[in-house]
Every structure is written in C-alpha cells, then in structure tokens.
C-alpha cells in the first residue's frame, strides 16, 4: 500500500511564503513523477505544479509562475512546494500526489494554506 502525506499547510500573510513537503511511501513503491495540486472551497481542483522523478523537468500552472517553485529528493521520495509572494487567492487545500510508473496517481490527504489579506 502506497501512503502519500503532506505537511506544511499553515497561515500566512499576502506577500509571505510558506514551504509544503510530501513524501510517498509504501514497499517497492518508486515516483515516477510527484506533484501539487489545489481545490478552494466552491471551486473544482487544479493543477499546480509536476516533477519527474528522471531528469527533474517541471511543469507549472499560469496562476503560480515565477511565484512556486517545485523540487525533490530523489532517494527519500519526497517532494516540495516552496511558494513565494502568495496572494489571497492561492487560499486552499493543497494536495500532493505520486504517480507510479504504472499510470496509477495515488493522492495525499490535503494540507490547508491560507492566506489574508
């Protein structure tokens, strides 16, 4: 059994920064990629930001670039989220997910980030 589980999640003030790590577990388990993604109450989910576990290339959603930058530690499966510069907007449960090389996406269970204005 895979466990995803974040932390990180706090209150912050608009302009303030706030780092967010997950890490997957689980025996034989190897990330094929690990990423972010985000639901604010009354909206559907959305991607953040992707990491591939081979060579380290990212992808990144509009809304976070040049604010959010994604990285990992290979060997402990982990990954992190460091955001920057965060606005009232970014405000919501921030979840990580692992994917497997199989195709198969196993997801964390949410840390909340708030952030006043």
């Known amino acids: 059994q895979v466990q995803v589980v974040e932390s990180g999640g706090g209150l912050v003030q608009a302009g303030g920064s706030l780092r967010l790590s997950c890490t997957a577990s689980g025996r034989t388990f190897t990330s094929y990629a690990m990423g972010w993604f985000r639901q604010a109450p009354g909206k559907e989910r959305e991607f953040v930001a992707l990491i591939r576990w081979s060579g380290g290339t990212t992808n990144y959603a509009d809304s976070v670039k040049g604010r959010f930058t994604i990285s990992r530690h290979r060997t402990q499966n982990t990954v992190y989220l460091q955001m920057n510069n965060l606005k009232p907007e970014d405000t919501a449960v921030y979840y990580c997910?692992?994917?497997?090389?199989?195709?198969?996406?196993?997801w964390g269970q949410g840390t909340q980030v708030t952030v006043s204005s």
């Open positions: 997910t692992a994917d497997h090389h199989t195709g198969t996406r196993y």
